[in-house]
T-cell receptor
Framework: EDKVVQSPLSLVVHEGDTVTLNCSYE??????LLWYKQEKKAPTFLFMLTSSGIEKKSGRLSSILDKKELFSILNITATQTGDSAVYLCAAYNTDKLIFGTGTRLQVFP | DAGVIQSPRHEVTEMGQEVTLRCKPISGHDYLFWYRQTMMRGLELLIYFNNNVPIDDSGMPEDRFSAKMPNASFSTLKIQPSEPRDSAVYFCASSLARLAGGRGFFGPGTRLTVL
């Protein structure tokens, strides 16, 4: 059965801290790994990763994929209160996205 | 483009009533997905369509749930009869298969409360 597992389930940090969110997957016909940020509404797209070892970066967020070990990480440096959200990763096979349960990040001032 | 449109945004109903959720995908997208999100189970895929044809409905919880896509610009998810455990946020998403990775665009969701 296809599955995506995220860790930790939740994380509480102070502003300025750096966090690393983990995502492992076992998905047949894997094509790519996607990261979403979800506040109190629909998930919004952050990154899509298709190749191993190539870091994608957007401001303070970065992500990388390891297709050999079947995992991805999402890093957030110098966290801000606005980063508080649930971060979802999803593995895309030939047809659909399979989501993990998410990591809830809370950033306090 | 207006993005994926869902209606209603909120629905409160009583147990036993029929509920119909609606979705208009992004024009030109050939995949449409229905998801359900709860605190306990996270985001679950219920069913998806390709070119209006249901491809995989293995996530539909039981016979009380049904989904249709009569044309490329409209889909419905129906629950009949509804039960309190159906309370959740239901998201519709669409994507264009030709895009590498199948990035999905989510609608704003329908928050369903069954009393």
């Amino acid at each position: 059965e296809d599955k995506v597992v995220q860790s930790p389930l939740s994380l509480v940090v102070h502003e300025g801290d750096t966090v690393t969110l983990n995502c492992s997957y076992e998905v047949t016909n894997f094509r790519s790994l996607l990261w979403y940020k979800q506040e109190k509404k629909a998930p919004t797209f952050l990154f899509m990763l298709t190749s191993s070892g190539i870091e994608k970066k957007s401001g303070r967020l970065s992500s990388i994929l390891d297709k050999k070990e079947l995992f991805s990480i999402l890093n957030i440096t110098a966290t801000q209160t606005g980063d508080s959200a649930v971060y979802l990763c999803a593995a895309y096979n030939t047809d659909k996205l399979i989501f993990g349960t998410g990591t809830r990040l809370q950033v306090f001032p | 483009d207006a993005g994926v449109i869902q209606s209603p945004r909120h629905e409160v109903t009583e147990m036993g009533q029929e509920v119909t959720l609606r979705c208009k995908p992004i024009s030109g997208h050939d995949y449409l997905f229905w998801y359900r999100q709860t605190m306990m189970r996270g985001l679950e895929l219920l069913i998806y369509f390709n070119n209006n044809v249901p491809i995989d409905d293995s996530g539909m919880p039981e016979d009380r749930f049904s989904a249709k896509m009569p044309n490329a610009s409209f889909s419905t998810l129906k629950i009949q009869p509804s039960e309190p455990r159906d309370s959740a946020v239901y998201f519709c998403a669409s994507s264009l298969a030709r895009l590498a990775g199948g990035r999905g665009f989510f609608g704003p969701g329908t928050r369903l409360t069954v009393l």
